[in-house]
């Protein structure tokens, strides 16, 4: 059985988190990997919808997603999350918490004025209209990875910020 990892998704709102983890995902499962996928926004409907967005409630949040992809590379699976996770600190003990030896950080480098173009909820507009506390990027800060094991910018296709995180699983074994 193939030993299980984690590839954790960190960068600003509208980044392509998202969208580069669910292809990642969907890329490791045509190879007949067993994955799980762990986005923000549907975690926090479903597994963190008591927490706010405080900075105790996101570290939190990132410690409730880091032992659910723990649980999964236990089993031998691959857990790919996409989380702002803004603090390096939490992402720390995500790493500590899955086991850094089968974690993999990855930063979505995207300016900032191209994730507000990208966003159709309109959020980043309500953050610096002062109707949304705690924004990241505006009204919160975003600790960007000083070490991330893979840094992408998320401008490109997905395919093309695909390649440098499959060429990284491949150097560490996982593909």
Same mark, same amino acid.
């Given at each position: 059985?193939?030993?299980?990892?984690?590839?954790?998704?960190?960068?600003?709102?509208?980044?392509?988190?998202?969208?580069?983890?669910?292809?990642?995902?969907?890329?490791?499962?045509?190879?007949?990997?067993?994955?799980?996928?762990?986005?923000?926004?549907?975690?926090?409907?479903? &597994?963190? #919808?008591?927490?706010?967005?405080? +900075? $105790?409630? =996101?570290?939190?949040?990132?410690?409730? /997603?880091? @032992? %659910?992809?723990?649980?999964?590379?236990?089993?031998?699976?691959?857990? &790919?999350? #996409?989380?702002?996770?803004?603090? +390096? $600190?939490? =992402?720390?003990?995500?790493?500590?918490? /899955?086991? @850094? %030896?089968?974690?993999?950080?990855?930063?979505?480098?995207?300016?900032?004025?191209?994730?507000?173009?990208?966003?159709?909820?309109?959020?980043?507009?309500?953050?610096?209209?002062?109707?949304?506390?705690?924004?990241?990027?505006?009204?919160?800060?975003?600790?960007?990875?000083?070490?991330?094991?893979?840094?992408?910018?998320?401008?490109?296709?997905?395919?093309?910020?695909?390649?440098?995180?499959?060429?990284?699983?491949?150097?560490?074994?996982?593909?």
């Amino acid at each position: 059985m193939r030993a299980g990892f984690c590839v954790w998704f960190t960068g600003l709102p509208c980044a392509g988190k998202s969208t580069l983890a669910a292809q990642l995902a969907r890329d490791l499962e045509a190879q007949g990997m067993e994955v799980a996928l762990f986005d923000g926004d549907v975690v926090r409907k479903d &597994v963190s #919808a008591d927490l706010g967005f405080s +900075r $105790e409630h =996101r570290h939190e949040n990132a410690l409730r /997603v880091a @032992a %659910a992809a723990r649980a999964v590379v236990e089993r031998g699976a691959v857990a &790919v999350c #996409a989380l702002v996770s803004p603090y +390096r $600190e939490s =992402r720390a003990q995500a790493r500590e918490l /899955v086991g @850094a %030896a089968r974690f993999m950080e990855v930063y979505v480098d995207t300016p900032l004025e191209v994730c507000e173009a990208r966003d159709v909820k309109g959020m980043y507009r309500m953050a610096r209209a002062g109707e949304l506390e705690h924004f990241t990027g505006v009204s919160d800060p975003y600790e960007a990875p000083i070490d991330a094991d893979v840094r992408v910018i998320g401008t490109g296709t997905p395919e093309e910020a695909i390649a440098p995180i499959v060429d990284a699983l491949r150097r560490r074994g996982r593909e």
